[in-house]
């Protein structure tokens, strides 16, 4: 998706090595995807659930 | 000592050779408090040696800041895979175990080769959602090792 979009920055954060990031986003299990560091969607969930749940705050034009 | 066993290592070549455009990894490490950047920076090196397509530059986030702040990165060990410009993709941690593959899947992708490690790539209908963004989306996607 961030190859897709010049808006969008990915990051995957090994969650053992920032126990910081892993608290504050309360991360108790993975995957977890954190948006714009509020939605989340827990576990590998399928690309359309993914993307709708992803993008459900977010502006387009 | 290499990291990578013979197997992995023909096996990442092979993918490595689909790779269409040049890709920079940009490594970020500092030089206290980090165990993991040696452990960065020596998968990164292996990885370098399996491709010509593929470079690697260190940065330290502390003493480099000026080179470093473009990429807004804050933490160490972290990587960027950079193409002709930045698609922002970032890597937090070492890239072992589960970070490895999603690491080998972003160089392929970023090189245009045809097909990353997943079967398919996005579907229509989802690029169609993402071209019609239009703000700053931070995705940030939290794995283990295994």
């Given at each position: 998706m961030a190859l897709a979009s010049d808006h969008i920055r990915a990051t995957v954060v090994e969650a053992t090595e920032f126990p910081d990031l892993s608290r504050q986003y309360r991360v108790t299990g993975v995957p977890k995807t954190i948006v714009n560091g509020k939605t989340e969607i827990l576990g590998a969930v399928p690309e359309e659930t993914f993307v709708e749940q992803a993008l459900q705050d977010i502006k387009t034009r | 000592m290499s990291l990578l066993s013979d197997a992995d290592r023909r096996k990442v070549s092979e993918l490595f050779g689909t790779m269409v455009n040049p890709v920079r990894l940009v490594l970020f490490t500092q030089s206290l408090g980090c165990e993991s950047c040696t452990l960065a920076r020596q998968i990164l090196d292996e990885l370098v040696s399996l491709s010509d397509k593929l470079t690697l530059e260190e940065v330290n986030l502390v003493l480099d800041?000026?080179?470093?702040?473009?990429?807004?990165?804050?933490?160490?060990?972290?990587?960027?895979?950079?193409?002709?410009?930045?698609?922002?993709?970032?890597?937090?941690?070492?890239?072992?175990?589960?970070?490895?593959t999603s690491l080998l899947d972003a160089i392929l992708l970023v090189s245009?080769?045809?097909?990353?490690?997943?079967?398919?790539?996005?579907?229509?209908?989802?690029?169609?959602?993402?071209?019609?963004?239009?703000?700053?989306?931070?995705?940030?996607?939290?794995?283990?090792?295994?």
């Amino acid at each position: 998706m961030a190859l897709a979009s010049d808006h969008i920055r990915a990051t995957v954060v090994e969650a053992t090595e920032f126990p910081d990031l892993s608290r504050q986003y309360r991360v108790t299990g993975v995957p977890k995807t954190i948006v714009n560091g509020k939605t989340e969607i827990l576990g590998a969930v399928p690309e359309e659930t993914f993307v709708e749940q992803a993008l459900q705050d977010i502006k387009t034009r | 000592m290499s990291l990578l066993s013979d197997a992995d290592r023909r096996k990442v070549s092979e993918l490595f050779g689909t790779m269409v455009n040049p890709v920079r990894l940009v490594l970020f490490t500092q030089s206290l408090g980090c165990e993991s950047c040696t452990l960065a920076r020596q998968i990164l090196d292996e990885l370098v040696s399996l491709s010509d397509k593929l470079t690697l530059e260190e940065v330290n986030l502390v003493l480099d800041k000026d080179k470093a702040a473009p990429y807004g990165v804050d933490r160490v060990p972290a990587i960027a895979v950079m193409g002709a410009g930045d698609p922002g993709i970032r890597f937090y941690g070492a890239p072992s175990g589960y970070e490895f593959t999603s690491l080998l899947d972003a160089i392929l992708l970023v090189s245009g080769a045809e097909h990353g490690l997943g079967a398919d790539g996005l579907s229509e209908d989802t690029l169609a959602r993402v071209a019609a963004i239009d703000e700053p989306v931070d995705i940030q996607v939290f794995v283990t090792p295994t």
